[in-house]
């Protein structure tokens, strides 16, 4: 079962440092865009991956085309795709050992999930970050 528990997402969101945005927009009226700056202005590093804008930059990082492409270990995978395109992203996540796989509000998917949770991995499901920090009262990431 993803996480639901307001104690467990604190936990998480607590506990993540690095986050890979997989889905990642360079047009700032898109959600992804605007998450991924507000989680930046709150202490996270926001890693973008978009294979249609690898290589250019996006809020000062390097964007990459997915995550096995990554330089760097993270400790979350927030996925901004539509439900039907998650399965190679939550696998490719499950292979990287990303230990918080995070869909965003509407991406839903079930059978993803539990082969994730099988795998180890904790899988918080149609929520935003954005909305859970000052919800759940979690402090910004200290520098």
């Not at 230990?99 to 899988?123: C, D, K, M, T």
Request: glycine share 6%; charged share 25%; with cysteine.
């Amino acid at each position: 079962m993803p996480v639901e528990h307001p104690e467990e997402i604190r936990r998480i969101l607590g506990e993540v440092r690095t986050i890979a945005l997989v889905g990642a927009s360079e047009k700032p009226n898109r959600p992804s865009h605007e998450v991924m700056a507000w989680l930046q202005g709150r202490g996270y590093r926001v890693i973008p991956v978009n294979p249609k804008l690898a290589g250019q930059t996006l809020l000062g990082e390097t964007v990459y085309p997915d995550l096995a492409s990554l330089p760097v270990a993270v400790d979350m995978a927030e996925i901004f795709l539509a439900s039907e395109r998650t399965d190679p992203v939550i696998d490719a996540a499950v292979a990287q050992k990303i230990p918080v796989i995070w869909l965003q509000i509407g991406v839903i998917n079930e059978e993803g999930a539990a082969r994730a949770e099988a795998a180890g991995a904790r899988v918080v499901m149609d929520r935003c970050p954005k909305q859970e920090i000052p919800r759940l009262g979690i402090p910004p990431v200290a520098a």
